[in-house]
């Protein structure tokens, strides 16, 4: 995938993660572009333990497991977060 690729599917990603865990998470455009891209690379190792497969390129199976990756992710910061507040 380019770069503009894993932009895009960052960003979709990342809304979607915070549509389905809405609250306070840090940031903006940019926080959220990370928080897809990142969740794109948890997804896509989870999957292919599980033998779903991989986060290849912008298709359905590759936004659910980003997607599930990025909710992860969302769901790690805020259970540190308010352990430390």
Same mark, same amino acid.
């Given at each position: 995938? $380019?770069?503009?690729?894993?932009? #895009? =599917? !960052? *960003?979709?990603?990342?809304?979607l ?5 809405p +609250? ?9 572009i ?5 969740g794109a690379?948890? $997804?896509?190792?989870?999957?292919? #333990? =599980? !033998? *779903?497969g991989d986060?290849?390129?912008?298709n359905?199976v590759?936004? +659910? ?21």
């Amino acid at each position: 995938m $380019g770069i503009l690729t894993w932009l #895009l =599917l !960052g *960003l979709v990603v990342g809304v979607l993660a915070k549509f389905i865990m809405p +609250g306070k998470d840090p940031g903006g455009v940019f926080v959220t572009i990370l928080i897809g891209i990142a969740g794109a690379f948890v $997804g896509g190792y989870i999957g292919s #333990l =599980l !033998g *779903l497969g991989d986060v290849t390129g912008f298709n359905l199976v590759s936004l +659910g497991l980003a997607t599930v990756g990025a909710v992860i992710l969302l769901a790690l910061y805020r259970m540190f977060r308010s352990g430390t507040e």
